[in-house]
């Protein structure tokens, strides 16, 4: 049986390689865009994803240890989302950059979603932390779509 220690230190290694995932993925895209506005946006959001990072680690119990802050999942649903951004950026096609980054984001909902239902062995301070998270990454998830559907 997993400790509370152990628990926590699964969810948060989980949620920080998700975050690594999401800021190599805004830094590629902004890198590659050509639209200023995007680039600002991509910027804005991967650095989102290195404070997230940063409150996460202090997170992490001290006996546990954390993933690289390069370590990605690289492979799996959020690298094949970044992947379809590429591609998108290849093409140039606003749209489709836009519904891969969705789909990216998508996927990150799902992580913190599953790290909230399976939160109550999770101190107090780790699940607030989460659904903080949780709920700016929402608000990013809605405006890449709003965005997209005015592509």
Not at 43 to 70: C, F, H, V, W
Not at 84 to 99: C, F, P, T, W, Y
Not at 131 to 151: C, G
């Amino acid at each position: 049986m997993e400790t509370t220690i152990e628990k926590t230190a699964e969810v948060l290694n989980d949620l920080i390689i998700i975050n690594n995932d999401r800021y190599k993925g805004y830094e590629k895209a902004r890198e590659e865009v050509k639209d200023p506005d995007l680039k600002d946006f991509f910027s804005t959001y991967g650095n989102q994803s290195k404070a997230n990072n940063i409150e996460l680690r202090a997170l992490m119990p001290a006996s546990e240890e954390t993933p690289r802050l390069d370590e990605t999942t690289l492979s799996g649903k959020l690298h094949r989302a970044w992947m379809d951004v590429k591609n998108a950026l290849d093409e140039g096609d606003r749209k489709k950059i836009l519904s891969s980054c969705e789909y990216g984001e998508d996927v990150a909902k799902s992580a913190y979603e599953g790290a909230l239902e399976d939160s109550s062995e999770l101190p107090a301070g780790v699940v607030e932390t989460i659904k903080k998270q949780y709920k700016d990454i929402l608000i990013v998830h809605n405006q890449v779509k709003t965005l997209r559907d005015s592509a």
